[in-house]
């Protein structure tokens, strides 16, 4: 069988797995945008998001409409309490992005330890995950689930694109993002605007996390390995642009997956890492450059 | 207790090297070099493959301290020039590829599998704690001696302000090429000490939390301070050897989640009482 | 600041030296020094990753250990004492392993430590265990570099380099493959036995056709599954670290109508994961050591510990290899004394021990001798195949 005929299902494959990235990357990159900082505890918060809807879901029984939508409101207390009890006080000390960096990666580790100590050491599978469907395209297979994950991601990205271009409170995290003291003396009250972002990284957060526990399993550090490569594909994507980032999710995806038609693919990894050094060589500003970043 | 007391200090010893080069391209130079334990593991690995066929380890110290060094100057040649944010991403991208890279070139390093049987340098741990001490005392000593020279200075300068500093004549990229270098030096020499110090060597050296321990280290310290290096990795160090007696009586299975939680939320109490760290006298 | 660091290292010197005035002063006595029993109980140090991802073979592990702790002490302890252990976060890798040696041999005195369940922190300890002269005893580590690390290492889960042989072998010579795809997880057991299984086949004749591998966050295996395929083999052998990615990895090569021979080792072998996932691995061969989970001793501690934690065991051989090394030490303190070379000679001399895992006997080397047997998956039930 020549290599070109598994082309189609690595194309998918690797859809399947931009979707995620996107969705990780998206918040990543809102908070870097708006509130100038590399957020690594959003890959705490799909984790916790995970774990929420696994516990509403597997433990509690609920409805999967009724367990997300607590799924989601749990995450956005977590992302606020995050704000508040360490994001904040950092700020307000005048701490460097690189110590808030430093934070935030802690705080990841921290809520790897939580999950563990909650849920054990065992991986666990989401109980709507049984009801899954293989569809069978002849040149490529697709589950519903992962259909699900391009679905619901497409539909999440466009909700962003029409907050951030479409209503006020956009415009507001736009100018802040782009000189927070002007954005002062226009009278935007930059805490105020922080804490809406974080909302709405942790409604992307809680989202991201289902999917990504309905699509694999969840064990305690699955919010590692996620947000480092939503890093990757954001900083790829164009760093602090929102749709770069979903761009550059899907960019690495694919480069990942069809990266190793001729590669060994224990190097998966390695692409990816050799994607993000390549574009910060030639092209730092990533592929949606200084023309689409202010949005 | 003595026997534990020495093994507390060796690791300090090799900790104060590593922390101390990272405050060199850090603290001092402006340059924040998040991919530092890269440039460990390569140390450590450059010394374990040398030593394992067959050169003796004082070739292979120096050594392995020269091939991290060039790593870094390669590195440095062609990332430096990138501003700000650019350069710390980079940076942290490399602890990444590092990690790839130990596990899949298999013919290299064993991948997973790890290399056992690196030999001591010195087999009676409490000379090989003095041998560190004495390494450790000559690395502060030297890079103390950099930064108060006249290219310390102008790497301050140029952490303070670049452009003032290029308009003064200063070739700027090559001093930030330079520290980067003497840096990745060092963190290669505290792999190779490490390397023989513990005789076996895997991937897992390159693990996150090892590196949020070294920069928390740095962090706790302060930038651009060495004794606030130095007092840093002994904090931590403490820190970490007393977390392993506490907790004793709960639950086994959570033994291990608790230590670590609380070792984290130290950490972030530290962060966020003292952002700048003990002795910390810039922000970068 | 000059002051400062010089205060700082004059510190060090003073303390150090302290220490070794002190090591000098007891070693003219010579003789061992009596480890602390004032409250009458016998230490046992026990290292298993109990965070990060090694956890996941960790804290179950740790809970067969706890039971057969537990067992022996409400039947009164050994010789009267009670056994106390002291548990220490190894973490999977070489230097949180080397530093939990440290305390437990230097700091708690313990004369004997069960662990660590990875190869990286086994390896990572031995040199100091060995040089204190105190017996580790690992219940999973499989990496063949553990068989010379030490005099007081020992293991009683056998070495890749067994299994890897006995699966190329039966390959090349029962299944008549000439060619085979091997797809690994990128972890030290997985990785010792792609290794001998490579060296092995190529020894003997064979070709290997493909040679994937997946990193242990990885789920989506998939792209390796089409490579392997379309490499066309005769056979394919499977190594996950863990029963959920390899029921995963299977899933995922049903799902891409791959029709070949499938090997794997004992991983996916456990009774219950055969049971459930039965349609999944019909047909499956799959290699493992002489261990039966429905024997009356692993069923009873595999039982305790699906009623304590609520799940099925996810390795049962290693979690019954961790109970039986907590019932070999406590044997060896009753019978020899607490002591680490004397717990050492008793190990030595196991030939034939009846545990949870299967007939116990240890080599000259440490290491379990265990025979393998070959199994194949017939409509959720394991047929011997040799």
Redesign the interface.
Known sequence: ???L??LP??IV?GL??GSIYALAASGFSLIYYVVKF?YFSHGAIMSIGAYLFFTFMNLMGLNYILAGILTVIGCVIATLLSNWL?YL??RK???????I???S???L??S???M??FF????KAISLAKHNK?FDFGIF?ITLVQTAIIVSALILFLFLWIILKKTKLGKSMRALADNKDVAQVVGINPEKIYNYTFIIAAVLGAFGGILLGL???L???MG??II?KG??SS?VGG?GSVPGSIIGGLFIGLAE?VG??YL???????IS??V??LF??FR?QGILGVKMRNV | MYEYLIAVFAYIFIYIILVVSLNLAFGFTGLVNLGHMAFFGVGAYASALLTLHGIPWYIALPASGLIAGSFGAVIAAITVRLKGDYFQIVALGLAFIAIAVSRNWISLTRGALGLPGIPDIIKNNFYYMLFLFAVALLSVVFLYWLTNSETGKIFQAIRDDETAAAVLGKNTYLYKVLSITISTFFAGIAGSLFAHYISFIDPTIFDLEFFVIILAMLIVGGLASISGSILGVTVISLLLSAISFVFTNISPELIGAMRQMLLMLILLLILIYRPRGMFGKVDV | MKKTILAILTLFILIMSACQVQQQAQQPTGGEVKPAQAQGTYKIGVMYPLTGDGAAYGLPIQRTTKIAIDEINAQGGVNGRKLEVIYEDSKCNPKDGNAAAQKLVNLDKVKVIIGGVCSGETLGAAPITEAAKVVLISPSATNPDITNAGDFVFRLAPSDAFAGVVASNYAFNDLKAKKAAVISETTDYAQGLRKVFKENFAKLGGEIVADETFNPEDTDFRTQVTKAKASNPDVIYLVPQTVPKGILLVKQVKEAGVTKQLLTPEVLLGRNTIAENAADLEGLIGVEQKFDDKAPKAAAVLGKYKQQANEEAPFPFYMSAAYDAVYLVSDAIAKNGYDGEKIRDYLYAVDGYEGAGGKVTIDGKGDVVMDFSVKQVKSGELVILK
Request: a positive charge; aromatic letters at 8%.
């Open positions: 069988m020549p290599l005929d598994i299902q690595l494959n399947i797995a590399q360490l006080p950092l000390r005048k701490a460097t992005p690189a110590i960096l430093i934070a990666i802690v705080l580790i921290f790897s330890s939580l563990l100590a054990g050491s065992s991986t293989t297979t699509e694999q399993n064990y305690p550090r590692v390995p480092i890093f990757i900083v760093l997956n190793v038609l060994p693919t224990g190097y998966k990894d390695v890492f050799s993000l050094l910060l060589l730092p």
